[in-house]
């Protein structure tokens, strides 16, 4: 975790305070279920809730001597609950209380993480209703296409974004399952019933079969739904860096009062939020590979999964978190040049209406590889800075034979490209924008 | 693809003339919409579904000289068709024809691999049926914990797979979109009903927008769950290569008449398959982070993600489809050792009871501290190969003070550790096994 | 691998038959060596160099029953041996064949990459001599930052290709071991003067100390380093993808005659070799990962790694050199076009000079934080399009209480940024360009 | 990083303060070379020497508002330096400061890691040679194979580690560079004799030729390098644990007093080190993808490796750095059993030395196919625990044909396998063990 790329609620699930404060609670409903069943007194269960208490550094003592966390947690908590202490953790493993709490703290993760998600499609879908017939180029392979409109580019990621929404609630409900069923799974020195007690008390489902631990295949489709997640910042903010460097500036990250870009270069105002997100996609990534290794644990848990959980599960929600609010600001405060998409949407003098002119040839009946080379041949003559495409197709023989000049005019209109925008931002914003 | 790890169906799917066939089929079914549409001529339409053919090596001999795939193979479809396929691929895109394909075939290959997945459950369920009230070790940190069956064993893997089943559903759900949508996806010369058309005759969804590709999230979401499956299979694979170790040796891969296991030494008898699968997995997995690198390309699209895809897509699908009918294989034809099972869980002389004595101290009134302190020292002495358990027990004063021999002889019952698998296993096949 | 991506020699060295080849060649040179120690009759080792052949069929075949790849060869082996076949593989065990084979093939295919990049080193020495002084702009986050020349950009690839090929030199002296010391690397039944005579024979050094196998460890940073060259090319790719894209067109990948660029628009003109290797770049990185989980082998070996290897042996270095050999041919034809470098210079009318400007005014005695406020006032009027930078710093009442208008004028003189640019080139170039 | 896995001394490298530190070092290094040039006055470098001092509170304050940490920094270091500050970091670029101190961190993280393998190193000597003779089973697939001794298998170790020291030095050098050349690598401001200065105080080479940034690829091949040293961690904490699981149980972790294994069963001893290193190198191994996706930066440079390196250069060193001082220490305290060795070795009843009875048939004239089928079919009866390997042995008729009872006797001297013991410790220890 570094402090420069959390926030304070998600970092703060991750708190060996919020952690502990969970095992407290996972054993104290534990201790209800065990003695409405009357395996413990009930007075015991009360005295967990009325004198559990924990002290961090406290435990981290114990566990100097001890080697096992969950043991200096129960050590610590007996110091404050007294005698009846000896019926908490009844019939449980660690595994009980560490997988559980994990549980916990990955759906909290989760909600922060999808109320993340939807301050980034507000943004998105704000601006683009607000740039939905804003004319820009379209580009693929970085070389102009056709054109499109900038709302457009914006409704891709949105729709893309209500996928990861979608995604990431899935991932959610994988992860929010309880398991308390002793040493290797077998509830041999616990009910079930006590399982079923605690799930219902944190909101989670219960664990169908657990071996003594939660099978880790879950967690590994959750980190690489995150990881998905990521590669999604990264193309947001890909885009938004291609979008301001100098020779296209369409659009520019907002540069606040007081703001600078370069110790050496006064002038610099450089995309830096964005290629943060970038590099931060990357981290979030790094937990896909860990997490896909953590499965495979031997016969009913070894403990290899347990270290890299330590640094993933907080690294990779805090740092998703940070992410998408960078995200979301960023969106909300972009800067968007329309003008300059106006002047680079003809930077190509017409060429990008090569494909109108190759469908208008074959349907006046040239074939489909004639038409292609005339205008493949008008467009090098524009390529090579000699004229632009208008005239070099009027100067063709080959196509001036077949497409008047009042034709070829028509198909240069622009709005020509915008009949189906309509449409699509229905399709996207169904829910009613 | 290599041809050892891959079986012939899957390894249909990404054959070159199946690729073709499809984008025949695509810009057929496009014919027709556009015919309907009154855009082009029917009898066009009817010339393609007629003449419509292509010849794998001539398409690679025209790709030589215009380096583009799809051109190509339109050329060559025109050198059938004749003069009608002039209206062939009218409005479209390159990419509409590829990633329409690409969903087909993902959503062929997906079948194949719930098909698989189904065998592998068949396997586990009839194992973990035939062997569920089988005893043996469970072990944690591979050191003996407590009484398992091995049935609960299988179960644990079977329910695993039940999930891995739904993911990849949702992740062939994911794939399964068609986008017919030109040039940069703003359907400039291409009415939407042209895209409807063609994903109903596919068995596709319409994607909601797209840029000039269908959007990558969705093959990286793919191709990350399959990385989750490979991960699977390696827990399983590692848990038979543990049981068939000459130490352990409570299971064996079956070793078929004629097979040798060593060139040097005739008497070996190893785990091949199970090592060959957790090699396979390694290499699934491999798929996911190119498929995650895949997503953010530029503006409206590059093509960086096309060669990644040559290889992973029938790569990730193909070593997939051979793992998992390998996997059901191996379990199906698993010699299972009941007796070795059974000799392994005395081999600790009674430690593995050590929970339930823990547990009747701290009932009958003794501190949890202090409870575990007694029956840890009782265990060093079993540890040092000084006594058994039972023994150990008796012989401590501190226990003897609280538990009669009568009340430990009954914590040593196997059959307490047991009595709660009728239940998990009605949680895992609660389809009504 | 994929045909599409791979050449001719390389492919050659993971034939199959290449593969037993290697293992015959191992085998006999073995043969001799223990004939020379009188532990198998001299005309046996005769017998292996005069009648030893196999049939790639027919080892598949045996191999079918067996289940034993090296069984099956030396089934085969013998076939045609006779009799005296029984005085081959003495002592050895499988691995011991397999590996040095791979060993060997790993050896033979490090050279062509390092020829490849020999080619790559001098397409880039080349072109950067080429262009040591032709003016372009340097950008960093892709905001213009201050002239540079195109040589200097391409002098630092040449640097980089300088440490990868130390590197590749490096890697390939990590796989080429020769090992031959038996079932589990005792020489139990093998004198080591065995392993010194086919180590010898076939240019390789003698693992020092081996288990069954040759440690992976090896492997990984090999397979590690080909990931490092793979980024390389990346950034190579994505460098010249930038100058490609349409607003900024300073250099352009050849377009050969009869190329065409897209299906539906015949302007296009994409830099798809480019956006190819970066594709394949994410491939070559794709066998870091499982090599690395290949190293932690079980005790003295298992077999997992083995299925991973003739997965990313053969692809990695197929791949690479494809790659290598594409960008040597990129850089080779690129097609520069200076005129658009030193219109792209001028765009952000003088702001460029901003630093220049900056040690002017703190030489004059203004603080670094005056001047910086300054300067970046005078640069936000040229950003908001108002001025030029050299008309705005005229117009600021402090720089110019300052700095005289011919001062100021000074400072943009482009000749500056270019003194030590023989010096850089002398640096890099060392071996005498 | 995780206080839980981090060292005091290597964490203290990365402390915001020992960040500043160096930065002030290199400036007032660069303030000397400047003065001594004529460029700056030597007063103004005596006093950034005299005066210079920062509080890292109060940088990040200011960063709050300029949003650039080197800014940030030159200006708290203004307020303590006065009017001279001006002639501070004069013709440099931030990334001047920021990479060369990254290289100064890196380099002093990697003598730490040189050290900690030296004692990695020391331990496996040391047990090594006290085992030199120790007799025990070597395995392949996890069978038992042939004996080898258990210092055998910590040469084998001991070896891998001086690979891995060679390859950490070769990645420090990589690392250990220095570049002050201005804002886009030209020296446009600044003379190349500064760098050369700087470069020799802190003990560092100098770039040959850096864009705005130290080129990644240098980066990328340090992380690849920890990558392969994680995974031969992994290799050596399997060995480990599958030495100490039950069944096995030939080694074990030191156990301290106190030290408790499980919550649950108080008889539990696990090897929960060797688990956590598992899980560390996943860790450690998981900065390799980013410092790979790092190398591609845009043109002279964008900032997305800044947030990657934030984390992966402090977490891959930290975390390597306790793992390899946990590993040492495992093995240092390694419990080894050679009677549970001795006892293994036996327990397959002679069935390894089926190798040697295989040679001696075929040198006794029997064709290596028979020879192999008649040493299975006895190994077949051993297998199925109905005898003995030399009762079977004897009582094949074709073996008994051809091979004596006490010929058979002698391939049973387990003597044999040891015999190049000595000769590969002295090929592994050359340096005088």
Redesign the interface.
């Known amino acids: 975790?570094?402090p420069?790329?959390s926030r304070k609620e998600m970092a703060a699930i991750w708190e060996p305070a919020s952690r502990f404060q969970i095992w407290l609670e996972i054993e104290a409903h534990a201790c209800d279920a065990q003695a409405a069943l009357g395996v413990i007194p009930a007075a015991a269960a009360a005295a967990v809730w009325e004198r559990g208490r924990f002290e961090v550094e406290r435990i981290d003592a114990i566990e100097q001597?001890?080697?096992?966390d969950?043991?200096a947690f129960?050590?610590n908590l007996?110091e404050h609950v007294g005698?009846e202490?000896?019926?908490?953790?009844?019939?449980?493993?660690?595994s009980d209380v560490l997988d559980t709490c994990l549980a916990v703290q990955l759906t909290r993760a989760s909600d922060l993480l999808l109320a993340d998600i939807d301050r980034v499609l507000a943004a998105l879908k704000r601006r683009a209703i607000e740039h939905k017939g804003t004319p820009c180029?379209?580009?693929?392979?970085?070389?102009?296409?056709?054109?499109?409109t900038f709302g457009?580019?914006l409704?891709?990621f949105y729709?893309?974004w209500q996928?990861?929404r979608s995604?990431l609630a899935?991932a959610r409900a994988?992860v929010a399952t309880c398991a308390l069923s002793?040493?290797?799974?077998?509830?041999?020195?616990l009910d079930?019933a006590v399982e079923r007690h605690v799930a219902e008390k944190l909101g989670l489902t219960?664990e169908?079969?657990?071996?003594?631990v939660i099978?880790r295949?879950?967690h590994?489709?959750f980190f690489?739904?995150l990881?998905?997640l990521?590669?999604?910042i990264?193309?947001l903010?890909?885009?938004i860096?291609?979008l301001?460097?100098?020779?296209?500036r369409e659009a520019e990250e907002y540069f606040?009062p007081?703001?600078?870009?370069?110790?050496?270069?006064?002038?610099?105002?450089?995309?830096?939020l964005a290629?943060?997100l970038?590099?931060?996609?990357?981290?979030v990534?790094?937990?896909?590979?860990?997490a896909?290794?953590?499965?495979?644990?031997?016969?009913?848990?070894?403990?290899?999964?347990?270290?890299?959980e330590?640094?993933?599960a907080p690294?990779a929600t805090i740092t998703l978190d940070f992410a998408l609010a960078r995200l979301a600001g960023v969106i909300d405060h972009l800067v968007v040049y329309p003008d300059a998409m106006a002047a680079?949407l003809h930077?190509?003098k017409g060429?990008?209406h090569?494909?109108?002119?190759?469908?208008a040839l074959?349907q006046h009946?040239?074939?489909?590889?004639d038409?292609?080379r005339a205008?493949?041949r008008a467009?090098a003559a524009?390529?090579r800075g000699e004229t632009d495409?208008r005239s070099a197709l009027a100067a063709d023989a080959e196509v001036a034979g077949v497409l008047t000049d009042a034709t070829i005019a028509a198909l240069f209109d622009e709005a020509?490209?915008?009949?189906?925008?309509d449409?699509?931002f229905e399709?996207?914003f169904a829910d009613g924008a």
């Open positions: 975790m570094i420069r790329y001597e001890t080697k096992h969950v043991i129960l050590t007996a005698p202490a000896r019926f908490v953790h009844q019939g449980m493993t660690s180029i379209g580009r693929s392979h970085g070389i102009h296409a056709e054109p499109i457009l580019k409704a891709s729709a893309e996928r990861n995604r899935a994988e002793g040493a290797v799974g077998t509830y041999a020195n079930p219960i169908p079969i657990s071996t003594q099978p295949d879950r590994a489709m690489a739904t990881g998905v990521a590669s999604s990264e193309r903010a890909i885009e860096r291609h301001q460097r100098t020779e296209v606040s007081g703001q600078k870009g370069s110790s050496a270069m006064p002038h610099k105002r450089n995309p830096i290629e943060n970038t590099g931060l996609a990357r981290m990534r790094a937990a896909v590979v860990p896909l290794e953590n499965v495979a644990l031997w016969h009913e848990r070894d403990i290899s999964h347990s270290s890299v330590r640094f993933i690294d680079n930077r190509l060429l990008v090569s494909e109108r002119v190759l469908l074959t009946g040239m074939s489909r590889e038409a292609y205008v493949q467009a524009v390529w495409f020509h490209y915008f009949r189906h925008v449409y699509v399709r996207v």
